[in-house]
């Protein structure tokens, strides 16, 4: 096997989806590729002075800029007529949901040459799991904890794929780290994309999630089958690829693994928010086809 | 030959003969009508290079950050609550080490809201590690613009930097300018070719994080080139002077200061009143002199201390308050004096803020008073100029 692109000796978590992700996505784009990360578990843990596990040129400024910095890159490789080079920003979601997402619709608007991965954890794991706008219904993170008055957070995930449809993105998909030839499929085309793109891969955070060490990939899979985490690709506006679960699992067979839902099972008014889960799994099976 | 044009306009035109590669903008007053002619250049074919219209004047420098990292000659240029937006940004361009280039139109800071001049906005960033220097007139804020290239972008320096400039007094008034010729700045102003650009053919890591093992030492070299800047700057000043036949000083500039008695301290467009005020008494008997201040950041404590030696009292106008303890420069300027033998009583004054205008009558006041210090002694060291008692 080739060497990877992105090296080992990173510091990130045992069992942290995150390296694979970005592993897969340097795959797929390959060593002409520059990118450029914002603050976040992916910075730091790659990124120790005098350290690096980037093989391709790569750039942090801020936590809330990645995206206004890919411009940059973007028109001055234009600039200096080097357009064949893949310019990617990967960075997680309390930086593209929240913090940099003026920077992201601005990206869009201006309509760069950029592939935007998000690899998605839903929450603040740098800063210790606190809630973002990517975090799911009454997942419990150390901002949104349980309590007499509480179950977990109160409000549902934001759906920036959409957000991203609706800039005129002309290449918008969802992945996960369980699907790898999906996913490095998906980047490859990202790349050849007319303007900017987007894809948000699922990237399970075992210290954020609390699920049992080695099941990272499981819970990737998880997700997908319970309809929680469609896989699908929008091209120029129009939903133009789904992956088919062929067996719809409950929901309950993914969130009774993790500790952020645990609450769900043991405190009063559990069994409603359950069933407003399945409901949501129910509606993502029905919108986007997921079933035959 | 001189044309009368609008300030902002000859900025547009310097920036042009500059040939930058990347100009990110985002309009606020009274900048503007920077960014606007810089647009009708691109739009006419007078100047070649990519131009970007960004959401907001926080994602306007970080752009700079990408294509100055890809090895782009870069422009912006903001004021008051824009330049408060980028604030994060300045440190990070400055720690990063990219030779940005930026016009700093002077402005107050909200609240109360107000669009008119003053220097509180470049002044709340004085630590954020770039060159500040501050212009007297449009002909200098224009003669400025390729010298700031050449400062910021020397390899041993590679420290970004603003040219300051008085909004509104300076950035809308029409003035007669000398324009710049092109080939004349490219004769100047080496093209940029940093060592270090993002470029696959051979990849490098910019922007990691530094334990607390490594990030003295970032600072260290970043304070260092800093001090190598004050050197820079004069050099660069008189090698303009060399080809373009206009000077303007080193780091600091000196009017009527050889028998002074009195010596006000000032820094912009304030210059050219106190200037004025300094004839009129001059021609009464009254020894007053000016050290104009051209880089506030690096600070020109050397320069000043050598100036002031001989007056027997300093008095600071500037148009910034540190809410808390008086007027930054004045603070800066009884630093550089302490450690030193000159004993001369040091006063300050805030004055022009949001706007208020500070005239001929104004400076003619604050003299009379510092004349007076030396014989009565300091009645206030700091004080906020002209409030009106009827309007508290």
Redesign the interface.
Known sequence: MEESLFAPGHRACAGCGMPTAIKLVLDAAG????V?SPTGCL??TS??????S?????????F??P??????????????GKTD?NLLVIGGDGSTFDIGF??I??MF??GHRITYVCYDNEAYMNTGVQRSGSTPFCAKTTTTPTGKLSLGNPRPKKDLPAIAVAHGVPYVATASIAYPVDLRRKVRRSLSADGPAYIQVNAPCITGWSFEAGDTIEQARLVVETCLWPLYEYVDGALAGVTKVRRKRPVEDYLKTQGRYKHLFRAEGGAEVLAQIQAMADANAEKFGLLD | MKKVVEGSYAIADAVRCCSPDVISVYPITPQTHIVEHLSEFVANGELDCEYINVESEFSSLSSLIGASAAGARTYTSTTSQGLALMFEVLFNVSGMRLPIVMTTVNRALSAPLSIWNDQQDAMAARDAGWIQIYAENVQEAMDLTPQLYKISEDPKILTPSMACMDGFILTHVYEPVEFLDIEKVREFLPPFRPEDVLDPEDPKTFGAFADPSWFTEFKYLQYQAMERAKKKIAEASKEFEEVFGRGYGGLIDTYAMEDAEVALVAMGSVIGTIKEAIDGLRSEGVKVGLVKIRSYRPFPEEELKKALKDANVIVTIEKDLSMGYESALLTDLKGAFYNSPARMPIIGFAAGLGGRDIGVKQIRGIVERASKVKDAGIEAEFEIFDVKPECL
């Open positions: 060593p002409n590729t520059i450029v910075e730091v990124t120790p002075f005098p350290e690096s980037w093989r391709v040129p790569w750039i942090h400024s801020l809330e800029n995206a206004a910095v890919a411009s940059g890159v973007e028109v001055a490789l234009k600039r200096f080079i003026g920077s619709s601005g608007d201006r």
